[in-house]
């Protein structure tokens, strides 16, 4: 996992960024993470863009998060709040990244908004 900043129109969101890079990560994702601790936005990368792939779940979570979910481009094509426990949510439209962060990180982001982490 590596620490950059995400930021959206250049504007900071979250001053600490961690990678799911492996399928263990991704797996795991947030499922047991302590609420205290999670001070950061955590990026998921898939592939390719998708519907599917890039579908949540809340199983063993046990704090509402914001999620963003960027297309290939970076740019927000669907934003979401969701609640512990959620069973599935699928993006409005494919993407390739998906962004978790603290609940209320991502007010003021917009959808055709870019995204970006460095």
């Known amino acids: 996992m590596v620490r950059k900043v995400l930021k959206v129109d250049n504007k ?3 001053k600490k960024v961690l990678f799911a890079k492996t399928t263990l990560e991704r797996t795991k994702g947030l499922m047991f993470e302590n609420e205290k601790k999670f001070d950061y936005a955590l990026v998921f990368e898939f592939p390719t863009e998708s519907k599917i792939r890039s579908s949540l779940h809340m199983l063993f979570v046990f704090f509402p998060i914001d999620v963003l ?3 290939k481009n970076k740019i927000v094509v669907d934003k979401v709040t ?3 426990f959620t069973p599935n949510y699928t993006p409005k439209k494919a993407s390739k990244y998906v962004i978790e962060m603290p609940k209320g ?3 003021g982001v917009k959808l055709g908004q870019k995204a ?3």
């Open 12 to 14: 900071i969101i979250m």
């Open 69 to 71: 979910f960027l297309n």
């Open 82 to 84: 969701l609640t512990p």
């Open 105 to 107: 990180k991502a007010k």
């Open 116 to 118: 970006s982490w460095d």
